[in-house]
Each structure stands twice: as structure tokens, then as C-alpha cells.
Antibody, heavy 120, light 110 residues
Framework: QLQLQESGPGLVKPSETLSLTCTVSGGSVSSRGYFWGWIRQPPGKGLEWIASIYYSGSTSYNPSLKSRVTLSADTSKNQFSVKLTSVTAADTAVYYC????????????WGQGTLVTVSS | QSALTQPPSVSGSPGQSVTISCTGTSSDIGRYNRVSWYQQPPGTAPKLMIYEVSNRPSGVPDRFSGSKSGNTASLTISGLQAEDEADYYCSSYTSSNTPVFGGGTKLTVL
């Protein structure tokens, strides 16, 4: 059974960089045909796709966040990561990692999510 | 890319049917048969309930069905059960080669 688990600091200061890692078990980030993405959800609000990565390194980004987001994948550790720079209180959210097949962004497996609060 | 439009809330009694709409544009729902629906009970991660407009992943009850007409997609839940109470989100592939989500609909089972 595929499982995804987010990890990283729960508190980040304004203007600093948010860094999260998703560890995949029961499957491989190198699986052909599968992409790995990040989605966030501010408290009490809806879902927002951040970005996705293919094991080859190919990436796609939400245009509204593209200038601040970097995605990477470490196939040796079966992990993928996201960095979001220059964070503000508006970046406070539950961050989920998830898998989608091909390039159609239908997310079939999700991590449990991790709350990141931006505050001094 | 603007969010897809969903009603903030819907409700129904056990055994009844409810339909949640999701309105987009000719650049997303109207162009692609790549609409998905997610169920999110409070405090949990979203769960894929429908993909490619009307397909159910293994394990999703056939009480859940999806459809699309023009720029609007719909999720129908028949034989409503208390466990169906949750937030529901639609999503669509877009002409920008990115996904867009709806604002979410809170389903209350009366």
C-alpha cells in the first residue's frame, strides 16, 4: 500500500524559507508514469496546487507561486521536497504531498498533511 | 487561473440524493474530460472519489457518481449516509497544463 509522509518545521519566520520533504513508502518515486505534487490548504479554506515533479526532474508550477517555489526529488531516499521562499502569514497552511498519474493531476494518494505556521 | 465555482454548502437527509455543482470555463472543464472530485472529512486529507469526470477508484461506493455538461461538472451522492458528511472539492485540468480546484462545498447530512 503506497504511503506518503510529510516532514519539516511546523513554524517558519516571515521572510524565511519553508522546506518540506515527502517520504514515499510502499512504492517508488521513480515509478514511470507517476508524478509527485504538493498541495496546500490554509486554515478553513480550500485547496491550492503548488507544484509537481517527475522523477526525471521535470517540474510544473502554479504560476502564482512559481517565482518562490523549488521542487526536487531524491530517488535514492525515495523522497521529494519543496522549498518556498520569502514566506508571509498568507503561506500558513496544511501542506499535503500527493501522487498523480501521468500529467492529468488527478491525485490518488495523499499524505496526512503537515501544518506550517508562519509567525515571528 | 481562477478557482472553479462550487456552492458553499448543500444538505440532505439520510437516503436522499444530493448534487454538488462545479462551474468552470471553456479553458478547463469545458475543454477536458479531466474533472476529479475529492472528499475531505474534518481533520483528514482529501480522498479521490471520482476521476475523468465519472470514473470511481476501487473502493469508492457506486452511490457516488460524476457527470459533466458544458463548463459545469456535477457530483451526485445517492442514498445519503451520515458518513458522507464532509467537504467536497472538484478539480480540473486546464489549458495552462496545470490543475485548478474549486472552493469546496460542505455537505451536511441532516
Amino acid at each position: 500500500q503506497l504511503q506518503l509522509q510529510e516532514s519539516g518545521p511546523g513554524l517558519v519566520k516571515p521572510s524565511e524559507t519553508l522546506s518540506l520533504t515527502c517520504t514515499v513508502s510502499g512504492g517508488s518515486v521513480s515509478s514511470r508514469g507517476y508524478f509527485w505534487g504538493w498541495i496546500r490548504q490554509p486554515p478553513g479554506k480550500g485547496l491550492e496546487w503548488i507544484a509537481s515533479i517527475y522523477y526525471s526532474g521535470s517540474t510544473s508550477y502554479n504560476p502564482s507561486l512559481k517565482s518562490r517555489v523549488t521542487l526536487s526529488a531524491d530517488t535514492s531516499k525515495n523522497q521529494f521536497s519543496v522549498k518556498l521562499t520569502s514566506v508571509t502569514a498568507a503561506d500558513t497552511a496544511v501542506y499535503y504531498c500527493a501522487r498523480h498519474a501521468s500529467g492529468w493531476y488527478e491525485f490518488d494518494y495523499w499524505g496526512q498533511g503537515t501544518l506550517v505556521t508562519v509567525s515571528s | 487561473q481562477s478557482a472553479l465555482t462550487q456552492p458553499p454548502s448543500v444538505s440532505g437527509s439520510p437516503g436522499q440524493s444530493v448534487t454538488i455543482s462545479c462551474t468552470g470555463t471553456s479553458s478547463d472543464i469545458g475543454r477536458y474530460n479531466r474533472v476529479s472530485w475529492y472528499q475531505q472529512p474534518p481533520g483528514t486529507a482529501p480522498k479521490l472519489m471520482i476521476y475523468e469526470v465519472s470514473n470511481r477508484p476501487s473502493g469508492v461506493p457506486d452511490r457516488f457518481s460524476g457527470s459533466k455538461s458544458g463548463n459545469t461538472a456535477s457530483l451526485t451522492i445517492s442514498g445519503l449516509q451520515a458518513e458522507d458528511e464532509a467537504d467536497y472539492y472538484c478539480s480540473s485540468y486546464t489549458s495552462s497544463n496545470t490543475p485548478v480546484f474549486g472552493g469546496g462545498t460542505k455537505l451536511t447530512v441532516l
